[in-house]
């Protein structure tokens, strides 16, 4: 059973930047495609972020090209997700999710362990 800890949410003014990390108690860590998700109020949980683990691809959501950052830290068993030029429809809980296998990376039915969840709030 995979642990996954977020941490790095909270207030920021629009424009601002925050960075979000995702630490794994399960080694290999590597071995794991990680994802970033969010889920505002009302809404469904949605892609962010991913990078797989076999060739460390590399996948956003169109909403977040070119602001946020994933990457991880194979030797710290952790994953980031760095946020710039944050707008306010960037707010929600932001989570971090691990898949054991190949699956689709944008859909949250294909990861197998997820963390509690980050809250992200954007004031404009």
């Known amino acids: 059973q995979v642990q996954l800890v977020e941490s790095g949410g909270g207030l920021v003014q629009a424009g601002g930047s925050l960075r979000l990390s995702c630490a794994a108690s399960e080694r290999p860590f590597s071995t794991y495609t990680m994802g970033w998700f969010r889920q505002a109020p009302g809404k469904e949980r949605e892609f962010v972020a991913a990078?797989?683990?076999?060739?460390?691809?590399?996948y956003y959501a169109d909403s977040v090209k070119g602001r946020f950052t994933i990457s991880r830290d194979n030797t710290g068993n952790t994953v980031y997700l760095q946020m710039n030029s944050l707008k306010p429809e960037d707010t929600a809980i932001y989570y971090c999710a691990a898949q054991r296998g190949y699956g689709t990376v944008s859909n949250p039915a294909q990861y197998d362990y997820w963390g509690q969840g980050t809250q992200v709030t954007v004031s404009s």
């Open positions: 990078i797989r683990s076999s060739d460390g691809r590399i």
